[in-house]
């Protein structure tokens, strides 16, 4: 069942993408493991949690509104990874960190339209979004690699590991709905 927001405005930067913002959710400091949802569209597939902007919302909000709506989990908001930009589909998804300190038993996805949650090791995410969400997929490896770099708010380009830039590219992504 495809998730229906009648009320919903989408909301596009000077550039003309579509701002999203999304959070990677962790259940421990070493960030081993991450919280994948099914999909709205494809309940087979599993994505990283996020959603729109809405009008007069930081991102940061809409991060912690998404996961809860989404993964039905709370917790405290950490470290941005950056801007993901989706060229394809004119989405620009800022991503951030969380970690979760509870798990609701049932949430607003879980009882409207089915939704699942799991707790994959990075490996085993990655592998998951490999196909069909590569844009995704740059997420967790910048949480890889953001756990290394310096304390300068410059973002390692997806696409190029080794390039500090401020916003994460990739052209050829697969849509970045969730």
Known sequence: MVKEKPNSTRIYDKDGFRRR???????????????LVTSSRR??????????????????VTAVREVLEEAGVVGSLGRCLGVFENNDHMHRTEV????????????????SIGRKRQWFTIDDALSRLALHKPTQQHYLMQLQ?????????????????????NVATSPAASPTTA
């Open 96 to 111: 951030f960190v969380m970690n979760v300190t509870k798990e609701l038993e049932e949430w607003e996805d879980s009882r």
């Open 21 to 35: 913002a999304a959070c990677i959710c962790v259940r421990a400091e070493n960030e081993a493991e991450v919280l």
């Open 43 to 60: 309940p087979e597939l599993w994505i990283v949690p996020g959603g729109g902007v809405e009008p007069e919302e930081e991102p940061s």
């Open 145 to 165: 690699h953001s756990k290394t770099r310096d304390n300068t708010n410059r973002v390692v380009n997806a696409t190029h590991p080794p390039k500090l830039t």
